[in-house]
Nanobody
Framework: QVQLVESGGGLVQAGGSLRLSCAASGRPWSTYAMGWFRQAPGKEREFVAVAAVRQTATNLYYADSVKGRFTISRDNARNTLYLQMNSLKPEDTAVYYC?????????????????WGQGTQVTVSA
């Protein structure tokens, strides 16, 4: 059974930190690109970060809005994806989703991802 299960969301003050985790099962995830998207109320789902696999290398991509503050990492032995979020801002408030895809063409496009978690809420207070 294919599953992506996020955890680690919560309420934090501006300037604080959170670490999200995504536990994956049911596929050989080490060969999949895995990333994070977020969706705020009334807004479209937007790309946050991805760890994309190219042959033996893992390439990391970030949205401009989170560069320098967020760090994506993956532990293929544990089939787990992480997102370390520092210096959080109120505009980071959203539901954060873990996603995975086997053949990603455009890393920022939600349509290129095949599997999604249920999401975890992150709320940053001013």
């Amino acid at each position: 059974q294919v599953q992506l299960v996020e955890s680690g969301g919560g309420l934090v003050q501006a300037g604080g930190s959170l670490r999200l985790s995504c536990a994956a099962s049911g596929r050989p995830w080490s060969t999949y690109a895995m990333g994070w998207f977020r969706q705020a109320p009334g807004k479209e789902r937007e790309f946050v970060a991805v760890a994309a696999v190219r042959q033996t290398a893992t390439n990391l991509y970030y949205a401009d809005s989170v560069k320098g503050r967020f760090t994506i990492s993956r532990d293929n032995a544990r089939n787990t994806l992480y997102l370390q979020m520092n210096s959080l801002k109120p505009e980071d408030t959203a539901v954060y989703y873990c996603a995975a895809g086997g053949r990603i063409v455009v890393v920022t496009s939600p349509r290129d991802y095949d599997y999604w978690g249920q999401g975890t809420q992150v709320t940053v207070s001013a």
